[in-house]
């Protein structure tokens, strides 16, 4: 496989689009072949999933049903858009990947974080980031962010702190856990010094 698979994590809030996109942007101004994707979503059926997950009018979603929903999209969205892109040398820039079901679903919801990966397993088809930059960030913040932002908060951002402490604490469990593949950054920070971070372990990666 040519290309490189780099995954944004973090919770709701954290700024992971905005640094994805700065990213992207001094990577495509260096001559690097870049692809910009997201989960769930990155696909029409992925859009399509995306909207029945996160709109706040599914509140009966259970716990179970939901994960096998992002399942879906994620299968949808390897084949179709992730492993193509590899193959064809790209950078692989997605904003969110099999950890969010893991920290959202596992360590927020409560299900069996084995049993998650091994579903996930299949949706995947084995394949796993080079590189997972964590934007570490403090709940209460971003919970102020959305809510300061001006639009509506959907469904998964609608839950209450203890979650999204929850899920938080489930990140840096699995950064804990494979700390080959994680790095996590300290996005409590301005936007810039945040990004230079992430710029100087990106450099490691790619040499």
Known sequence: MKGKFLVFEGIDGSGKTTQLKLLGDKLSARGCPVLYTREPGGTRIGETVRELLLNPQHSELVPVAEALLYAAARAQHVAQVILPALQEGKIVLCDRFLDSSLAYQGFGRGLDVGQLEKLNETATAGLKPDLVLLL???????????????????????????????????????????????????????????????????EEILG
């Open 136 to 202: 570490d960030f403090l709940c209460d913040t971003g919970m102020e962010r959305i809510t300061g932002s001006g639009r509506g908060a959907d469904r998964i951002e609608q839950e209450d702190r203890v979650f999204h402490r929850k899920v938080r604490a489930g990140y840096l469990t699995l950064a804990g856990r494979d700390p080959d593949r994680y790095r996590v950054i300290d996005a409590n920070r301005t936007i810039e010094q945040v990004h230079h971070d992430i710029i100087g372990v990106v």
